[in-house]
T-cell receptor, first 113, second 117 residues
Framework: QQQVKQSPQSLIVQKGGISIINCAYE??????FPWYQQFPGKGPALLIA?????SEKKEGRFTISFNKSAKQFSLHIMDSQPGDSATYFC????????????FGTGTRLKVLA | NAGVTQTPKFRVLKTGQSMTLLCAQD?????MYWYRQDPGMGLRLIHY???????AKGEVPDGYNVSRLKKQNFLLGLESAAPSQTSVYFC????????????????FGPGTRLTVL
């Protein structure tokens, strides 16, 4: 119930291509879904987040697509660049109370120049 | 404004030794968290605090203790280190936004890489 399943574990994309990372959850009480980006040797940093009252959120080249009925959400990186090479984590939480996150297991993205 | 800082950056311990990891934040955040990051397992919550003087267990609390004596500091202790505690430890903090907002971003520190031999 508390798990967030993330796939794929690793992803290689050509420069200019689209990177897609998927996550699925079980707990219908989750109502806040952030994506974090982590570069080697650094802490994760918030990339983009969504609440389930919308089906899509776009910020620049990054888009979250959210399917409430399927309990799935995904991150799309358009026009992927070598600088996007990092590990991406999805997460879910309940946006009240303790604000604890449940993280996915991460996707290591490599964008080839 | 340093954000979230962690001390030390690296540490090597022998089995059975003890140590304390220090996390400090200068953003006046109420909530603070300790995670461990292991390959293929993502970030798992060890303990967290919703305010000065309060602490609570996360997903993987065994073998760890925490204290939040001051609002800006959150300490993680290992009383008797084990090789299974070899990991990268991250501290994070957040300011809980009002209901319906997206203001519950967690800000992470740079991490502490701990090796237990």
């Amino acid at each position: 119930q508390q798990q967030v399943k993330q796939s794929p574990q690793s992803l290689i994309v050509q420069k200019g291509g689209i990177s897609i990372i998927n996550c699925a959850y079980e707990n219908t009480a989750f109502d806040y879904f952030p994506w974090y980006q982590q570069f080697p040797g650094k802490g994760p940093a918030l990339l983009i987040a969504i609440r389930p009252d919308v089906s899509e959120k776009k910020e620049g080249r990054f888009t979250i697509s959210f399917n409430k009925s399927a309990k799935q959400f995904s991150l799309h990186i358009m026009d992927s660049q070598p600088g996007d090479s990092a590990t991406y984590f999805c997460a879910a939480s309940i946006a009240s109370g303790t604000y604890k996150y449940i993280f996915g297991t991460g996707t290591r993205l490599k964008v080839l120049a | 404004n340093a954000g979230v800082t962690q001390t030390p950056k690296f540490r090597v311990l022998k089995t059975g030794q003890s140590m304390t990891l220090l996390c400090a934040q200068d953003m006046n955040h109420e909530y603070m968290y300790w995670y461990r990051q292991d390959p293929g397992m993502g970030l798992r919550l060890i303990h967290y605090s919703v305010g000065e003087g309060t602490t609570a267990k996360g997903e993987v609390p065994d073998g760890y203790n925490v204290s939040r004596l001051k609002k800006q500091n959150f300490l993680l202790g290992l009383e008797s280190a084990a090789p299974s505690q070899t990991s990268v430890y991250f501290c994070a903090s957040s300011y809980p936004g009002p209901g319906g907002s997206l203001r519950n971003e967690q800000f992470f520190g740079p991490g502490t890489r701990l090796t237990v031999l």
